[in-house]
């Protein structure tokens, strides 16, 4: 039995009533970590690994039911304003993203009627491959598609961010904008200043992308190293505005006009700023050298952002540096770096297919030996944005 099978059987046997099906895939980033805050450029694109929500209408109008069959948890999440912000520490964590979005919704004016429904993923959570914007999203396109509610897919990743943000972790728009707007065999250049984007096609030819994830999990929302670094680029850029008031991000500043401020800056905020500015710049790099089908070059801006995120926004843990370290001796890894917010999760490698299963062995037996972890391996394809399964419809 399938993954969507078992769900919409779970789904019947506890609602018993039409339903739909949406899938929200998570995300991979190319390359472009940490700017999407600092009103940068990033290369993410959607994979096929999804969050599924079997989704129907209820009879109860200020309340819906969620199922969980992963951590075998039933909650009920009230409609009601006074209700949802009296006590919302008695949620789990998993649902507590549902009920930010039903919060933002209903902040920007959204009247939601009640549902219910089964929810389920095989997206790695701690992998960073980004199964909580997947959540959100989703669920926010089931909300809009039961409501009838007309808002756009950028609204959509607007009200996704807003409700992370709710949980705790400022991140930037990235994450549900890619769950949201993917499409298959395509990254997406996305500028996180106006949030207007291109779809770069992606040909790898005689290559491959696969993800090695190293099993330590994060959890951004519960950690706030990842809040640090966006408050010391915002320091940076506090410090620079002063002087120049035209200054609002990161976005705005140059290599010439950061390098004037590096005495008045703290040494780590002036680090993380030059990190952004350079990674800012490796984005459009690698758009243009996978445009040429220039995949060694592709390679090297994939090293060159790893050893920013190791060394200069400090994100990256030995293990993420151990699998990055392992793909040097073979000249069939073009490149690799952590992908995603950091502290644990996955490494994204660019492998020549016909030697990939032999390297990925030798990597996966290294990395045992040395940290008697075994790592898992990910392949994936590009796929489309969220969007209701063709063959589970209403």
């Not at 933002?104 to 914007?133: C, K, N, W």
């Not at 190293?225 to 035209?246: F, L, M």
């Not at 030697?355 to 990395?367: M, P, R, T, V």
Request: charged fraction near 20%; glycine fraction near 6%.
């Amino acid at each position: 039995m399938t993954i969507l099978q078992s769900l919409v059987q779970r789904y019947l046997q506890y609602f018993g009533e039409q339903y739909v099906l949406i899938q929200a895939p998570g995300r991979i980033n190319l390359i472009g970590e940490h700017t999407d805050y600092n009103n940068g450029w990033v290369l993410p694109a959607a994979i096929d690994r999804y969050m599924y929500f079997v989704l129907g209408k209820n009879d109860r109008q200020q309340e819906m039911t969620l199922y969980s069959p992963h951590f075998d948890q039933t909650v009920t999440i009230s409609l009601q304003q006074q209700d949802l912000e009296k006590q919302p520490e008695e949620l789990p964590f998993w649902a507590k993203y549902l009920e930010a979005v039903v919060l933002e919704m209903q902040a920007r004016g959204h009247h939601i009627m009640g549902v219910h429904g089964v929810l389920h993923g095989d997206i790695p959570t701690g992998a960073g491959l980004s199964s909580s914007a997947a959540l959100c999203s989703g669920f926010i396109f089931g909300l809009a598609y039961f409501n009838q509610l007309s808002i756009s897919r950028l609204e959509m990743a607007l009200i996704a961010q807003a409700a992370e943000h709710r949980v705790g972790l400022n991140c930037g728009i990235m994450d549900p904008y890619a769950s949201l707007h993917g499409k298959a065999n395509h990254l997406i250049l996305l500028d996180c200043q106006t949030n207007h984007s291109s779809y770069v096609p992606l040909h790898l030819s005689e290559y491959s992308l696969v993800l090695i994830d190293s099993k330590v999990k994060h959890s951004l929302a519960a950690d706030s190293s990842y809040n640090e670094r966006r408050q010391s680029c915002e320091r940076a850029v506090g410090t620079i505005k002063a002087v120049h008031p035209q200054v609002n991000s990161l976005r705005n500043v140059d290599f010439t006009l950061l390098r004037q401020f590096e005495n008045q800056l703290d040494a780590i905020d002036y680090k993380r700023a030059k990190y952004v500015l350079e990674e800012n710049q490796r984005v459009h790099y690698t758009i243009a050298a996978l445009l040429q089908n220039r995949l060694a070059t592709v390679g090297q801006y994939l090293y060159q952002s790893h050893y920013g995120l190791q060394h200069d926004y400090e994100v990256s843990i030995p293990e993420l540096d151990l699998l990055v370290d392992l793909t040097k001796p073979f000249h069939e890894v073009l490149g690799a770096r952590m992908v995603g917010g950091g502290f644990g999760g996955c490494t994204i490698n660019l492998i020549k297919t016909s030697s990939k299963d032999h390297i990925l062995d030798k990597i996966i037996e290294s990395y045992y030996l040395a940290t008697s972890i075994i790592p898992e391996v990910y392949e994936f394809k590009l796929v489309d944005g969220v969007h209701i399964h063709p063959l589970f419809k209403v």
